[in-house]
């Protein structure tokens, strides 16, 4: 089961990279996750996105950097903690947000198509509960 999830996960992977590039957004489906996650929760810190992201922070770092490049995301200092930065969307990414929906809501349907609903909604229900098992486990002192 563990070699089919990688490849299913790797060629999800795959052909959202293809349908972002099909787009023409000009970012990668890891930048536009970022994003999207910048839109659900603004304002907060990067290591706390990071975290929320389940990336290592210099993984964000870099999308951030190329992000804000393209004037897409901001970050400011946090002014309870000078040395930490917040990170918000810029006007200009509103319309990346509705179109990175878009497509990845058109990649899903077709990765999910044949599916009911009922299959969906326990696919899913399955898959973040295995996430939160790997996380726990990630995080419970190791055994001596």
Same mark, same amino acid.
Not at 13 to 28: D, N, S, V
């Given at each position: 089961?563990?070699?089919?999830?990688?490849e *299913?996960?790797?060629?999800? &992977?795959?052909?959202?990279?293809?349908?972002?590039?099909?787009?023409?957004? @000009?970012? *990668?489906? @890891?930048?536009?996750?970022?994003?999207?996650?910048?839109?659900?929760?603004?304002?907060?810190?990067?290591?706390?996105? !990071?975290? +929320?992201?389940?990336?290592?922070?210099? *993984?964000?770092?870099?999308?951030?950097?190329?992000?804000?490049?393209?004037?897409l995301?901001?970050?400011?200092?946090?002014?309870?903690?000078?040395?930490? +930065?917040?990170?918000?969307?810029?006007?200009?990414?509103?319309?990346?947000?509705?179109?990175?929906?878009?497509?990845? !809501? !058109?990649?899903?349907?077709?990765?999910?198509? @044949?599916?009911?609903?009922?299959?969906?909604?326990?696919? &899913?229900?399955?898959?973040?509960?295995m996430?939160?098992?790997?996380?726990?486990?990630?995080?419970?002192?190791?055994?001596?």
């Open positions: 089961m563990g070699f089919l999830l990688f *299913t996960a790797r060629l999800y &992977r795959a052909r959202t990279e293809r349908a972002f590039e099909q787009a023409g957004l @000009g970012i *990668t489906s @890891g930048e536009a996750r970022t994003l999207v996650y910048v839109h659900q929760h603004p304002g907060l810190r990067q290591a706390a996105l !990071a975290e +929320k992201m389940n990336v290592e922070p210099m *993984t964000l770092v870099a999308s951030l950097d190329r992000l804000e490049a393209q004037q995301v901001r970050r400011e200092p946090d002014p309870s903690d000078r040395r930490a +930065k917040l990170v918000n969307l810029t006007p200009a990414a509103e319309p990346f947000i509705e179109r990175i929906t878009a497509v990845a !809501a !058109a990649a899903r349907a077709q990765t999910l198509e @044949g599916l009911s609903d009922a299959q969906v909604a326990a696919f &899913r229900a399955t898959l973040e509960h996430r939160a098992n790997i996380v726990r486990s990630a995080r419970a002192p190791e055994d001596a």
